[in-house]
């Protein structure tokens, strides 16, 4: 099973494209204590977006998603500037100390602030749709399936005519 770290916008991307539970179930994924609280946060509210933050909850609850309640360390803080927030950097301190060598992140502009960071600790920062592409290589998932589920995050996660929207076509091409 490969073990990835996920930040709160990689999970609630992974609600949204309706194959989360079964991404847990082929691969370990974690998450730091900011993340919790960040999912905690956007569940409060009543619309579509706290509805998949409330399922990503529930996958912690069943133990299907692995948290790691630690306290952020001052370490941590290091990594935080105007493209990197508090869960991001968790993120990335979790994959350091835990020898995780995957992070699932969609916030781009933190990606690209952590990337050359994370290429010298040896480890790779993903799109989300790395997850779904992981299934589909493992044959749990079919290439109609595949689609669908990136469908859905496009659509939803309103990515329409973006960078990550192309990064989703180019795979198809």
């Known amino acids: 099973m490969k073990r990835v770290v996920a930040d ?26 900011p993340v ?62 835990q020898n995780i060598p995957s992070i699932l992140m969609d916030d781009i502009a933190a990606a690209t602030a952590l990337y050359g960071l994370a290429l010298s600790k040896k480890i790779t920062i993903k799109l989300s749709i790395a997850a779904l592409i992981e299934l589909k290589n493992q044959n749990k998932m079919t290439q109609p399936e595949l689609r669908k589920g990136l469908e859905a995050m496009i659509q939803n996660r309103e990515w329409g005519k973006s960078a990550m929207e192309q990064a989703i076509q180019k795979y198809f091409e």
């Open 8 to 33: 709160t916008s990689a999970l609630i991307s992974l609600a949204y494209s309706g194959y989360l539970d079964k991404a847990c179930e082929t691969i370990e994924i974690n998450i730091p204590a």
């Open 36 to 97: 919790k609280i960040e999912l905690d946060e956007i569940a409060s509210y009543s619309d579509k977006l706290a509805k998949m933050a409330r399922d990503c909850i529930l996958l912690l609850q069943k133990k299907k998603i692995k948290i790691h309640d630690k306290p952020i360390s001052t370490k941590a803080t290091k990594y935080l500037n105007s493209k990197v927030d508090l869960g991001e950097a968790a993120c990335f301190e979790l994959a350091t100390e």
